[in-house]
């Protein structure tokens, strides 16, 4: 199993970068082609969702995704390290919650459209989206 680290600052620059690291990793590791646009498209939104909640919370933590390359399957995950409070409990009780609640959910619609297999946890320590893809096996070039 072969695994690529990544790791940006919080800020909205260095997703484009997260999304052709994620690409080109993909590619390698037997992605079908036409589905790379979409690994990029879901990779962005990830990446630009964790920047989200990063500069919201004020997290100074990197942005971390994790590339994974299984026997037959392409995995990726987008780590944030912005807390989620439990539901029912606004504390700060912010102008405009409603609105990035809203786009948080419009940004997870997107991935979920692009991925058919994603998970999605948060907890109190941050929040992890894991997309994952089929792959071929790399055809062996007769000598």
Not at 39 to 61: I, K, M, P, S, Y
Not at 89 to 111: N, Y
Request: glycine share 10%; with cysteine; aromatic share 2%.
């Amino acid at each position: 199993m072969a695994t690529v680290e990544l790791r940006f600052s919080a800020l909205p620059e260095h997703v484009r970068t997260a999304r052709l690291v994620a690409a080109a990793v993909a590619r390698r590791a037997g992605v079908d082609e036409a589905v790379l646009d979409e690994v990029r498209l879901a990779v962005g939104e990830a990446c630009t969702r964790a920047v989200g909640l990063h500069q919201l919370g004020g997290v100074t933590a990197p942005v971390k995704v994790v590339l994974i390359e299984e026997e037959k399957q392409f995995s990726i995950e987008v780590g944030d390290e912005a807390p989620r409070s439990a539901p029912g409990d606004r504390a700060s009780g912010a102008a405009g919650g409603d609105a990035e609640a809203e786009e948080d959910e419009m940004g997870l619609a997107v991935i979920s459209g692009l991925v058919d297999d994603v998970e999605v946890t948060a907890g109190e320590h941050g929040g992890l989206i894991r997309m994952t893809w089929p792959t071929t096996p790399a055809v062996a070039e007769l000598p």
